[in-house]
């Protein structure tokens, strides 16, 4: 008997601002290019003074990947908290649109904090920088997890860029066994080689003890396993999970399974905005993952979810990924 779903997001819930910008703002405004950067409410709000016109689309990292595998008929969930606000009407309304279920409760609209979002400062190479107000998204507690939601998931995905916050770990274990408990397995996304920094311990012991597929980048490949040489950081990965999925830029994504290394090439794409590149790879390798296709054709799927998301401002698909998958050849 399947479960209810396939795959439960758990993760920031951020609407995105945004904008273009040259280098140059960025050095006068002390931007990081390239990062995520964690800023307060203050900070958010002189940002969006400075910068020019701008868009807002619900983001988040996990909530794009559980967007994006719902927009291809997964069946999936989102946890992430955000307050009675325009900005949490907006973040509820675009994740149920897509097809996933979202029933977290609001904050009420008293709470101190608002709804989270994130100035993405997109500079002319399409790089983004990110300024990120975490908001109430910032409070997930246990409370908010919902246990037989998870023990009902073939799989959790796990946002790490979460970790960043005061019960966010005691949610994420209260999660793990719950969906542990019924045979469901984790999935665990690096999110920043930042975050990484500020959470390396926590991460790798909940990489050996509970993951059983590991999302990233390069960057946080080598951040996370402290060695510069990304085929040792990825071989040392490999002894901690059964599979590793590290993305690799225009260079595709290397897949490590069971011992062995699979390179999944990406197609050349003209760049527009790389927000939500990786968070749109793990929603087209779980789609490949759910429906039993091999470890190339699934890296495939995920570089070509990720090449459509970079094709356009914003971190939600534009186009229909499935039909991009049999364009490919892949279905």
Known sequence: MSKKYQVVGIGNSIVDVLSHVEDAFLAENGIEKGIMTLIDLERAAVLYEKTGPSTEISGGSAANTIAGLAQMGGR?????????????????????????????????????AETGRCMVMVSPDAERSMNTYLGVSEFLTPDDIDEAMMADAEWIYLEGYRFDGPESHAAFAKAIAACKSTGGRVS?????????????????????????????????????????DLSVALRLAAQDVDTVACTVGADGAYIWRDGVEVHAPADPV????????????????????????????????????????????????????RALFAKHDLV
Request: negative net charge.
């Open 270 to 321: 003209h760049i527009v905005d790389v927000t939500g590149a990786g968070d749109l790879f793990a929603a087209g390798f779980f789609y490949g993952e759910l429906n039993g296709f091999d470890t190339l054709t699934t890296g495939r799927m995920g570089c070509v979810a990720a090449g459509e998301i970079i094709s356009h401002i914003g971190a939600r698909p534009e186009a229909d990924l």
């Open 76 to 112: 999936t969930a989102y946890v992430g908290k955000v307050k009675d606000d325009q900005l949490g009407a907006i973040f509820a309304h675009d994740l149920r649109a897509q097809g996933a279920t979202y029933e977290v409760p609001l904050a009420s609209a008293d709470h101190a």
């Open 188 to 228: 665990l996304t690096l999110s920043d080689p930042f975050c990484v920094e500020r959470h390396r311990d926590a991460f790798r012991e909940m990489i050996r003890d509970h993951v059983d597929l590991l999302f990233c980048n390069e960057h946080e490949m080598r951040a996370m396993y402290q060695d510069e």
